[in-house]
């Protein structure tokens, strides 16, 4: 069998982003001296990424149609957490007012879905259009004004900062105190015990049907990734624990990850953008794909907005501007390609961690944040040159 | 003396349906327009609000050139542009009051910069082949940043201009000012020239193609037209005349708009835009340098960006952090409403400054019956949306 | 007697302004391979689309009885559930998903909502060996040669359970080789009793492996023809049914035609393909057109006219391209791009007026002068009214029927607007017309009006190469024919000389290897 041997140069273009990740994130942390690893700084990571995960999951699935993308989404994320802040203000029960934001990102979802899967509305337009009038609805909701967030019950579930983390159960139980939190290692390492099983399982399916796929290197990779995962779950329980964001990211990840790896509508997404005739002449619905692709990131903004509103405790009208571009930026880094059926949630995360080091990072070195957003601009520039001229080259 | 007739002229039927569907926006902004009037108890009416209206919008109409080529090409953006005008804005304060380079000196090199942004980006755009949108995405990122960061210089993040007089009265300000209330005669005659030279080109053309054997419209059809656009000219002109004379702004988006009009009509260029955006392989295949084309799509929106951004910065008499915001939607929807095709291969400078004016009305309306401001952004979003549905809609019954 | 699976009644098929299928009735036994056979344009794929419901029930008018049971289907997946499944020309995959992925899309194992990829592939696995394919189903489509794609095609119709299985063109990309191999494939699954229907222009691969062979022409069934017996049906009889019509009156005569120099000499050309560049689609041809002359370019589908045409015209197509041209006995070499090649008088009219021929949504007047806007501008200002007047004397010329030339060209019939293609290429006054299938898709009258048109082109001097896959059309027109095949010319007859056996014998020759 010779499937398995990669030359040194199919092997670097293949894991591009994954060797940029980990050149920046040695770099800062040279450059700040060790800082940027420290516990805190990891915490931070999370948190404040925390709706760029959540907003590029749903991106990437409207990317795979064929390279459309959602530039209403930061709109929504604010108009969806406005609502949300104000119910809360007036003493409306939390979970209904959660359930408002989320049912807001979706309607919104399905509504512009229309005009882009029915209509044939060019998706940037219809979006342009949404970026406008939500950014409106908030600014109407809100007053102009910000409007504060006091239900602790809120904050804690959904990530409102340093103090909001799983306790430590376990240590409550056996009456010991102090750090590292072991609620938060143990999670880590059932985690990685899973992590681990499945990936065995994977292995021994493979041997029984005889599927070639080097073993070698699936153990590396698992060792690898156990690895950091280790390293940054002993960081978070060295500081206050497991933050309770990360609850709400690892899920949208892994659910976004199942449906585009084992759902139908998963493959019936790759293949509308990679070759949409072909897709409709196998008995696919396309408009129903697109239609889920913009359901779905509408939703997320929903999500993206309690989020938001729970790490600011409150709301803002300016809030969730630059989002979309966040959350395009980092399926593009993370291997999307501009026109469709190409892209993969692992390298979104990529893309996503990659823009948050360097984001940190440069606030850390005390860049200026103005250049930080010509740094941003370069970035995706560059990932986007990359992968269009990689392409040619094959041709 | 035998008079060689070549052809009897046809004269073309006036179909009043098809009539209303040609016209519908600009039959929708003198709706609008009245409804305003109307409900601002005749504000909407002053001098005053054509002045503002002219000066408020002077960029959507010199922007909206630009992006109406980059659209005709395939319905292609520019989502940089605001931005860039920051940076310009930025620049050009730099070059104006920091490094004392002279007015002239500056406007050459604030040019050259659009020209290189624009060389670069057609570049990528053209040769490279990245994706319009996405490499001017870049631009919209990292532009503003950079120019906030130049900036930075001054403590209040804004340059004033206020020691350049030469520069503000280039593109800002009135010509020949008279004081408000009183006729101010160059801006009328200006204003009977112009209605003049419609009526002239409009009998022109009649006897010309009368001449030829041509298809023509009934006469009625021919004078209506005269009759409407030389009273829409006269009465634009008085308004501005009684609120103090040209703006100059009008001087300088009446050349583009001009130019551009006649670029788009009449030159082979011109058509070579139309044809690559309706079909770019035949295109292709009929000698058409597509390629090239796109290039100078791009590189033409940056020069024009350029333009807008100086008139921008005059009107504000300083550079602003965010000098250019939402400046790509404004042009972006001014195309679209006027029936610039979101496909590409559609549209018309005349179209597009119709709709920049239906939503300037629109805006200044909105404005002037104290709407409140977001949900004047609502209706901006709404109106967009709703003119790329009915341009899909009509197109796809002719299909 | 055989039982009758699959029986199509009194179809009758129409679009705007044609009509495609005529009252067709057509059977297929169980068990057998049924040949559709007939000319381009003669209604074999809209029938199959019809079979297949990709023209659902309601926009066509007849019956469809699949075993026994009159079929209403509304889409693909309904034909697909009695297991009439369809493999299409254009090849249905997604270049950058796996062939297991592409199998299994729009027929997922598992459930919707999770996918059970293992038993995806170990049965992909399965289908691919049984289609004689060695590689994993992991391997990406985009991966793998043309030929095995059609192979991949065929697994995920076997994967679809197929009873019925229908092949449009199978071997129309596929070397000798692969073509034997898939022919050999079929005969095999008829002998695990599975019904096939193939269409193909390939009539000695016809004669090879069908039982029964339909001739469909100008929408109509002419014949059914039996090959059951020991001897195979010979190629001829095949030829005789699909083309037979009466010559008489059908092509205009020739008035003054005189041939002088030579003005188009190509040697040693040779053109690979774009995408995959070992692979030569135009293979050292040599040829050359005098002036006055019509020079017919016989050959059939896949055969490479298009593509020589395309890569003589500035090398708007293909890579890899080498050999010399000589124009008027000078050595030349048109730069990259369509203006240079048309700067040296050629002019391509294009075989697919819509798709990239004509700009559709402009007028005729745009149309007209696009290829030649220097003749009616001044320093790049377009002169309105020398346009129109060029327009309008082009739509007199060839009596295009509109009402203005003001008219959007896509509102036109086939007929007008290919005289509008031909009308701008005439306009830029070459010397050296390429027509590519000049009367595809347009009725018998127009077909006439556009004979004369080209008459009159040869006459005024212009050399003229006619592609066409209409034989009668080449041999009625031209003065002189070439016949290529599978990118390489095999035969050059005087048009006195040529019949339309001796030209087909020349093909089947060449296919055979010799």
Not at chain 1, 172 to 190: E, S
Not at chain 3, 145 to 165: N, W
Not at chain 3, 276 to 299: Q, T
Request: proline share 2%; charged share 15%; aromatic share 8%.
């Amino acid at each position: 069998m010779n499937e398995n041997k990669m030359s040194v140069g199919a092997f670097f273009q293949k894991y591009t982003m994954v060797i940029a990740l980990v050149v920046v994130v040695i770099f800062f942390a040279i450059a700040t001296g060790g800082n940027s690893l420290m516990p805190g700084s990891i915490n931070n990571l999370i948190s404040q990424n925390g709706y760029v995960f959540v907003l590029a999951a749903g991106m990437l699935l409207c990317i795979l149609t064929g390279g459309n993308i959602d530039l209403s989404v930061g709109s929504v994320v604010c108009f969806a957490a406005a609502v949300g802040c104000v119910l809360m203000a007036n003493k409306v029960n939390m979970w209904i007012a959660v359930l408002a934001m989320l049912g807001i990102g979706l309607a919104i979802g399905i509504f512009q879905g229309f005009w882009i899967a029915k209509v044939h509305v060019p998706a940037f337009i219809a979006t342009l259009s949404g970026m406008y009038a939500f950014r409106g609805f908030s600014n109407v909701v809100l007053g102009g004004f910000r409007v504060d967030i006091t239900n602790e019950q809120f904050l804690m579930l959904f990530g409102g900062g340093r103090d909001c983390y799983i306790p430590d159960f376990i240590r409550q139980w056996t009456g010991t105190t102090g750090k590292p939190n072991l609620t938060c290692l143990a999670i880590g390492g059932i985690a990685i015990l899973v992590y681990v099983l499945m990936t065995v399982r994977k292995i021994s399916v493979q041997k029984k049907l005889n599927i070639h796929q080097s073993i070698p290197g699936q153990i590396i990779t698992t060792a690898l990734i156990s690895g950091v995962i280790g390293f940054i779950i002993w960081q978070l329980a060295s500081l206050r624990g497991f933050p309770t964001v990360l609850i709400w990211i690892a899920l949208v990840l892994g659910i976004y990850q199942y449906i585009t790896t084992k759902t139908a509508i998963g493959r019936h997404l790759y293949a509308v953008g990679g070759n949409e005739k072909a897709t409709a002449l196998s008995g696919v619905k396309t408009r129903n794909v697109y239609w889920f692709a913009y359901a779905s990131i509408g939703l997320m903004a929903g999500l993206a907005g309690i989020l938001t509103a729970a790490r600011a405790k409150g709301i803002d009208p300016v809030y969730g501007e630059g989002y979309e571009m966040d959350a395009i930026a980092s399926c593009f880094i993370g291997g999307a390609s501009a026109y469709g059926g190409i892209g993969k949630v692992s390298g979104m995360i990529i893309g996503a961690v990659l823009m948050g080091v360097i984001n940190q990072g440069m606030n850390m070195v005390g860049v200026d944040s103005n250049l930080q957003k010509v740094v941003k601009g370069l970035v995706l520039l560059g990932a986007v040159v990359f992968d269009v001229m990689s392409k040619r080259q094959k041709r | 003396m035998e008079k060689s007739v070549v052809n009897q002229s046809t004269i073309r039927k006036a179909d009043p349906v098809s009539l209303l569907k040609k016209n519908a926006m600009l039959i929708i902004l003198v709706l609008v327009f009245i409804f305003f009037t109307v409900m601002t108890r005749g504000r909407m009416f002053n001098p005053n609000s054509f002045a503002a209206l002219i000066n408020q919008n002077a960029y959507v109409y010199i922007l909206g050139c630009g992006m109406l080529m980059c659209m005709l090409t395939g319905g292609n953006i520019d989502l940089s542009c605001g931005a860039f005008v920051c940076l310009l804005g930025a620049m050009g304060g730099m070059m104006m009051v920091y490094w004392g380079m002279g007015t002239a000196l500056s406007i050459v090199a604030l040019l050259a910069l659009g020209v290189a942004y624009g060389c670069g980006l057609g570049a990528l755009i053209a040769y490279v082949r990245v994706p319009p949108w996405i490499a001017t995405l870049a631009g919209y990122l990292a532009f503003r940043g950079l120019g906030t960061a130049i900036l930075g210089v001054s403590s209040t993040n804004s340059i004033s201009f206020n020691n350049n007089p030469d520069f503000l009265n280039i593109f800002s300000g009135t010509l020949f000012r008279t004081p408000e209330g009183e006729l101010n005669w160059p801006c009328m005659i200006v204003g009977i020239v112009g209605a003049a030279l419609v009526v002239l080109l409009i009998f022109k053309n009649r006897t010309t193609r009368l001449k030829k054997g041509y298809e023509v419209d009934q006469l009625g059809m021919d004078v209506a037209k005269c009759v409407l656009g030389a009273a829409a000219i006269l009465l634009v002109m008085f308004k501005l005349a009684m609120s103090g004379g040209i703006p100059t702004t009008l001087v300088w988006v009446g050349i583009v708009v001009l130019f551009y009009s006649f670029i788009t009509s009449k030159t082979t260029i011109g058509r070579h835009f139309y044809v690559v955006g309706g079909n770019i392989e035949a295109a292709r295949l009929s000698g058409v340098n597509t390629k090239r084309i796109m290039f100078i799509a791009y590189l033409n929106m940056a020069v024009l960006t350029t333009i807008a951004a100086m008139t921008t910065m005059t009107r504000f008499t300083a550079a602003n952090a965010d000098a250019g915001k939402n400046f790509e939607m404004d042009a972006i929807s001014a195309c679209v409403v006027g029936g610039v095709s979101a496909s590409g291969g559609a549209g018309t400078v005349l179209g597009m400054v119709i709709g920049a004016t239906l939503i300037g009305v629109i805006n200044l309306g909105m404005f002037q019956v104290n709407l409140d401001a977001n949900y004047q952004r609502v209706v901006k979003g709404f109106v967009l949306l709703a003119a790329v549905v009915f341009d899909i809609l009509s197109n796809k019954k002719k299909s | 007697m055989a039982k009758i699976l699959l029986e199509m009644k009194n179809i009758t098929k129409t679009f705007p302004g044609v009509k495609a299928l005529d009252n067709v009735n057509f059977k297929v036994e169980e068990g057998e391979i049924h040949a559709l056979v007939g000319e381009n344009g003669a209604g074999k794929s809209t029938l199959m689309n019809v079979l297949s419901g990709i023209y659902p029930y309601g926009s066509y008018d007849g019956d469809i009885i699949y075993d026994g049971n009159v079929c209403k289907f509304s889409n693909i997946k309904d034909s697909e559930k009695l297991g009439i499944v369809i493999i299409h020309q254009e090849l249905a995959l997604v270049p950058e998903m796996t062939i297991g992925e592409n199998m299994y899309l729009g027929n997922e194992r598992g459930h919707k909502f999770a996918i059970d990829w293992n038993t995806t592939y170990a049965e992909a696995d399965k289908y691919l060996k049984m289609v004689g394919l060695s590689e994993s189903s992991k391997t990406q489509v985009k991966d793998i040669g043309t030929g095995k794609q059609q192979l991949v095609e065929i697994a995920k119709a076997l994967a679809k359970q197929a009873k019925l299985l229908i092949l449009d063109e199978p071997t129309s990309s596929l070397n000798e080789e692969d073509s034997r191999a898939l022919l050999d494939l079929m005969l095999g699954f008829k002998k695990q009793g599975m019904t096939m229907i193939i269409i193909s222009h390939k009539l000695n691969e016809v004669a090879y492996v069908a039982d029964t062979i339909t001739v469909v022409r100008d929408g109509a069934t002419i014949e059914t023809i039996d090959n059951h017996g020991a001897e195979p049906v010979s190629e001829e009889r095949i030829i005789r049914g699909m083309v037979g019509r009466e010559m008489t009156n059908r092509f205009p005569k020739r008035e003054g035609v005189t041939i002088g120099s030579t003005m188009l000499e190509v040697s040693h050309w040779t053109v690979h393909h774009p995408l995959y560049p070992e692979r030569k689609v135009v293979d050292d041809v040599s040829m050359y057109v005098r002036k006055g002359e019509v020079v017919g370019i016989y050959g059939l589908m896949g055969a490479g006219r298009t593509e020589l045409a395309m890569s003589i015209f500035g090398q708007t197509y293909g890579t890899n391209i080498s050999g010399e041209l000589k124009i008027d006995g000078k050595p030349v070499k048109i730069k990259k791009g369509a203006d240079d090649a048309i700067k040296h008088k050629i002019a391509y009219v294009t075989e697919d007026r819509k798709g990239n021929g004509l700009v559709l949504s402009q007028s005729i007047k745009v149309n007209t002068s696009l290829a030649h806007l220097d003749a009616i501008s001044k320093h790049t200002v377009i002169d309105g009214d020398k346009e129109y007047a060029v327009a309008e004397e082009y739509r007199k010329k060839l009596k295009t029927k509109t009402p203005t030339v003001e008219q959007l060209v896509g509102n036109l019939s086939g007929g007008n607007q290919q005289k509008v293609l031909l009308a701008k290429w005439m306009f830029a006054e070459p010397d050296i017309m390429l027509l590519d299938e000049p009367t595809r898709g347009i009725d018998v009258g127009a077909k006439y009006e556009i004979y004369c048109i080209i008459n009159d082109l040869a006459a005024a001097g212009k050399s003229v190469v006619m592609i066409s896959s209409e034989l009668p059309e080449v041999l009625g027109m031209s003065d002189r024919i070439y016949i290529m095949n599978e990118g390489k010319f095999v035969g050059e007859m005087k048009a006195e000389d040529a019949t339309q056996e001796n030209i087909m014998a020349m093909i089947l020759q060449s296919g055979r290897g010799a």
